[in-house]
T-cell receptor, first 113, second 113 residues
Protein backbone atom coordinates (compact mmCIF):
# COMPACT_ATOMS: atom_id res chain seq x y z
CA UNK A 1 0.00 0.00 0.00
CA UNK A 2 1.38 3.37 -1.04
CA UNK A 3 2.38 5.72 1.77
CA UNK A 4 2.49 9.45 1.13
CA UNK A 5 4.17 11.57 3.78
CA UNK A 6 3.21 15.23 3.80
CA UNK A 7 4.75 18.06 5.78
CA UNK A 8 4.29 20.35 7.55
CA UNK A 9 0.97 19.59 9.20
CA UNK A 10 0.27 23.31 9.57
CA UNK A 11 1.86 26.45 8.21
CA UNK A 12 1.49 30.16 8.92
CA UNK A 13 2.79 32.58 6.30
CA UNK A 14 2.67 36.33 6.04
CA UNK A 15 0.84 37.89 3.13
CA UNK A 16 3.16 38.12 0.17
CA UNK A 17 5.41 35.35 1.43
CA UNK A 18 6.16 31.94 -0.07
CA UNK A 19 4.33 28.85 1.19
CA UNK A 20 6.09 25.51 0.69
CA UNK A 21 4.50 22.11 1.31
CA UNK A 22 6.40 18.87 0.78
CA UNK A 23 5.40 15.31 0.00
CA UNK A 24 7.33 12.07 -0.28
CA UNK A 25 6.08 8.80 -1.75
CA UNK A 26 7.36 5.24 -1.67
CA UNK A 27 6.75 3.84 -5.12
CA UNK A 28 4.57 4.55 -8.07
CA UNK A 29 3.53 2.63 -11.15
CA UNK A 30 2.46 5.81 -12.91
CA UNK A 31 3.74 9.36 -12.76
CA UNK A 32 0.82 11.56 -11.81
CA UNK A 33 1.03 13.83 -8.78
CA UNK A 34 -1.86 16.20 -8.05
CA UNK A 35 -2.44 18.76 -5.33
CA UNK A 36 -5.92 19.40 -3.98
CA UNK A 37 -7.16 22.48 -2.12
CA UNK A 38 -9.94 22.30 0.44
CA UNK A 39 -11.78 25.19 2.07
CA UNK A 40 -13.72 24.66 5.33
CA UNK A 41 -17.03 22.91 4.77
CA UNK A 42 -16.23 22.10 1.15
CA UNK A 43 -14.94 19.11 -0.74
CA UNK A 44 -11.36 19.10 -2.08
CA UNK A 45 -10.82 20.58 -5.54
CA UNK A 46 -7.93 20.00 -7.92
CA UNK A 47 -5.44 22.86 -7.72
CA UNK A 48 -2.58 21.70 -9.95
CA UNK A 49 -1.17 18.39 -11.16
CA UNK A 50 2.02 17.19 -12.80
CA UNK A 51 2.73 14.24 -15.08
CA UNK A 52 6.43 14.49 -14.82
CA UNK A 53 8.16 14.22 -18.05
CA UNK A 54 9.16 17.61 -16.69
CA UNK A 55 10.48 18.46 -13.22
CA UNK A 56 8.34 21.54 -12.69
CA UNK A 57 4.89 22.83 -13.54
CA UNK A 58 3.71 26.36 -12.94
CA UNK A 59 0.19 27.77 -13.00
CA UNK A 60 -0.02 31.36 -11.90
CA UNK A 61 1.30 31.64 -8.35
CA UNK A 62 1.32 27.86 -7.85
CA UNK A 63 4.27 25.65 -8.79
CA UNK A 64 4.87 21.91 -8.42
CA UNK A 65 8.50 20.84 -8.20
CA UNK A 66 9.23 17.15 -8.69
CA UNK A 67 12.37 15.16 -7.83
CA UNK A 68 11.92 11.64 -9.19
CA UNK A 69 15.19 10.24 -7.84
CA UNK A 70 14.33 11.41 -4.32
CA UNK A 71 10.65 10.41 -4.72
CA UNK A 72 9.60 13.84 -3.52
CA UNK A 73 7.42 16.63 -4.84
CA UNK A 74 6.45 19.98 -3.41
CA UNK A 75 3.95 22.79 -3.82
CA UNK A 76 5.16 26.38 -3.80
CA UNK A 77 2.69 29.23 -3.45
CA UNK A 78 4.28 32.54 -4.39
CA UNK A 79 2.94 35.88 -3.11
CA UNK A 80 0.65 34.05 -0.69
CA UNK A 81 -2.71 35.71 -0.09
CA UNK A 82 -5.29 35.40 2.72
CA UNK A 83 -7.60 33.75 0.19
CA UNK A 84 -5.07 30.90 -0.09
CA UNK A 85 -5.82 29.92 3.51
CA UNK A 86 -7.05 26.35 3.17
CA UNK A 87 -6.00 22.75 3.63
CA UNK A 88 -3.79 21.30 0.91
CA UNK A 89 -3.47 17.61 0.06
CA UNK A 90 -0.90 15.96 -2.14
CA UNK A 91 -1.59 12.58 -3.73
CA UNK A 92 0.26 9.83 -5.55
CA UNK A 93 -0.88 6.78 -7.53
CA UNK A 94 -1.65 3.76 -5.39
CA UNK A 95 0.72 0.89 -6.12
CA UNK A 96 -2.09 -1.55 -5.39
CA UNK A 97 -3.48 -0.90 -8.85
CA UNK A 98 -7.02 0.05 -9.82
CA UNK A 99 -6.10 3.54 -10.86
CA UNK A 100 -6.49 4.94 -7.36
CA UNK A 101 -4.74 7.73 -5.50
CA UNK A 102 -3.28 7.75 -2.01
CA UNK A 103 -3.58 11.13 -0.32
CA UNK A 104 -1.23 12.79 2.12
CA UNK A 105 -2.45 13.80 5.55
CA UNK A 106 -2.95 17.44 4.61
CA UNK A 107 -1.39 20.81 5.45
CA UNK A 108 -3.47 23.56 7.01
CA UNK A 109 -2.20 26.85 5.58
CA UNK A 110 -3.02 30.20 7.14
CA UNK A 111 -1.92 33.39 5.42
CA UNK A 112 -1.89 36.35 7.77
CA UNK A 113 -2.16 40.01 6.85
CA UNK B 1 -24.20 21.47 -14.03
CA UNK B 2 -24.55 20.11 -10.49
CA UNK B 3 -21.39 17.94 -10.50
CA UNK B 4 -21.29 15.54 -7.55
CA UNK B 5 -24.18 15.79 -5.10
CA UNK B 6 -24.17 14.17 -1.68
CA UNK B 7 -27.06 13.83 0.75
CA UNK B 8 -27.52 14.34 3.62
CA UNK B 9 -25.04 17.05 4.63
CA UNK B 10 -25.25 16.21 8.33
CA UNK B 11 -26.50 13.20 10.25
CA UNK B 12 -26.40 11.92 13.80
CA UNK B 13 -26.78 8.17 14.24
CA UNK B 14 -27.09 6.06 17.34
CA UNK B 15 -24.78 3.10 17.79
CA UNK B 16 -26.14 0.09 15.92
CA UNK B 17 -28.33 2.06 13.53
CA UNK B 18 -27.90 1.85 9.77
CA UNK B 19 -28.05 4.45 7.05
CA UNK B 20 -27.26 5.10 3.41
CA UNK B 21 -25.23 8.06 2.21
CA UNK B 22 -26.36 9.08 -1.24
CA UNK B 23 -24.06 10.21 -4.05
CA UNK B 24 -25.01 11.12 -7.59
CA UNK B 25 -23.07 12.73 -10.42
CA UNK B 26 -24.31 14.20 -13.67
CA UNK B 27 -21.00 14.30 -15.57
CA UNK B 28 -21.27 10.78 -17.03
CA UNK B 29 -18.11 9.77 -15.19
CA UNK B 30 -17.20 6.11 -15.11
CA UNK B 31 -15.13 6.08 -11.92
CA UNK B 32 -16.61 6.88 -8.53
CA UNK B 33 -15.08 6.82 -5.05
CA UNK B 34 -16.01 7.07 -1.39
CA UNK B 35 -13.51 8.58 1.05
CA UNK B 36 -13.62 9.33 4.72
CA UNK B 37 -11.74 12.27 6.20
CA UNK B 38 -10.61 12.33 9.80
CA UNK B 39 -8.61 15.16 11.40
CA UNK B 40 -4.91 14.84 10.64
CA UNK B 41 -5.45 11.65 8.67
CA UNK B 42 -6.12 12.90 5.16
CA UNK B 43 -8.53 11.11 2.86
CA UNK B 44 -8.86 7.35 3.17
CA UNK B 45 -10.48 5.38 0.34
CA UNK B 46 -13.39 3.21 1.45
CA UNK B 47 -14.74 1.77 -1.82
CA UNK B 48 -14.54 2.62 -5.48
CA UNK B 49 -16.24 1.68 -8.72
CA UNK B 50 -14.95 1.68 -12.29
CA UNK B 51 -18.39 1.43 -13.84
CA UNK B 52 -21.97 0.30 -13.29
CA UNK B 53 -22.08 -3.13 -11.69
CA UNK B 54 -18.40 -3.09 -10.65
CA UNK B 55 -17.18 -2.19 -7.18
CA UNK B 56 -14.02 -2.90 -5.20
CA UNK B 57 -12.64 -2.34 -1.75
CA UNK B 58 -10.34 0.51 -0.87
CA UNK B 59 -8.09 0.96 2.14
CA UNK B 60 -10.77 1.03 4.90
CA UNK B 61 -13.86 -0.94 3.74
CA UNK B 62 -14.85 -2.66 6.99
CA UNK B 63 -18.31 -1.68 8.21
CA UNK B 64 -19.41 -0.31 4.82
CA UNK B 65 -21.05 -1.58 1.66
CA UNK B 66 -21.65 -0.06 -1.75
CA UNK B 67 -23.56 -0.74 -4.93
CA UNK B 68 -23.41 0.76 -8.42
CA UNK B 69 -26.51 -0.03 -10.40
CA UNK B 70 -26.27 3.05 -12.62
CA UNK B 71 -23.47 5.28 -13.90
CA UNK B 72 -24.88 8.22 -11.94
CA UNK B 73 -25.40 6.79 -8.46
CA UNK B 74 -23.00 5.30 -5.92
CA UNK B 75 -24.62 4.95 -2.48
CA UNK B 76 -22.61 4.01 0.62
CA UNK B 77 -24.32 1.86 3.22
CA UNK B 78 -23.34 1.83 6.90
CA UNK B 79 -24.55 -1.22 8.78
CA UNK B 80 -24.49 -1.28 12.59
CA UNK B 81 -22.97 2.16 13.05
CA UNK B 82 -20.08 2.46 15.50
CA UNK B 83 -18.42 5.55 17.05
CA UNK B 84 -15.32 4.81 14.94
CA UNK B 85 -17.40 5.69 11.87
CA UNK B 86 -17.79 9.28 13.04
CA UNK B 87 -16.19 11.17 10.18
CA UNK B 88 -16.73 13.37 7.17
CA UNK B 89 -17.53 11.33 4.08
CA UNK B 90 -16.75 12.49 0.55
CA UNK B 91 -17.91 11.04 -2.72
CA UNK B 92 -15.85 11.75 -5.83
CA UNK B 93 -15.85 10.91 -9.51
CA UNK B 94 -13.37 10.93 -12.38
CA UNK B 95 -14.01 10.64 -16.07
CA UNK B 96 -11.49 8.04 -17.16
CA UNK B 97 -9.36 6.76 -14.31
CA UNK B 98 -7.74 7.77 -11.06
CA UNK B 99 -5.13 9.79 -12.87
CA UNK B 100 -7.44 12.55 -14.00
CA UNK B 101 -9.17 15.33 -12.12
CA UNK B 102 -11.41 14.10 -9.32
CA UNK B 103 -14.59 16.05 -8.62
CA UNK B 104 -15.71 15.89 -5.01
CA UNK B 105 -19.08 16.40 -3.41
CA UNK B 106 -19.61 18.75 -0.48
CA UNK B 107 -19.35 15.97 2.06
CA UNK B 108 -21.56 14.35 4.70
CA UNK B 109 -20.66 14.96 8.33
CA UNK B 110 -21.68 11.87 10.30
CA UNK B 111 -21.65 11.56 14.07
CA UNK B 112 -22.31 8.22 15.76
CA UNK B 113 -23.29 8.50 19.44
Amino acid sequence: QQQVKQSPQSLIVQKGGISIINCAYENTAFDYFPWYQQFPGKGPALLIAIRPDVSEKKEGRFTISFNKSAKQFSLHIMDSQPGDSATYFCAAPNTGGGNKLTFGTGTQLKVEL
Amino acid sequence: NAGVTQTPKFRILKIGQSMTLQCTQDMNHNYMYWYRQDPGMGLKLIYYSVGAGITDKGEVPNGYNVSRSTTEDFPLRLELAAPSQTSVYFCASTYRDGYTEAFFGQGTRLTVV
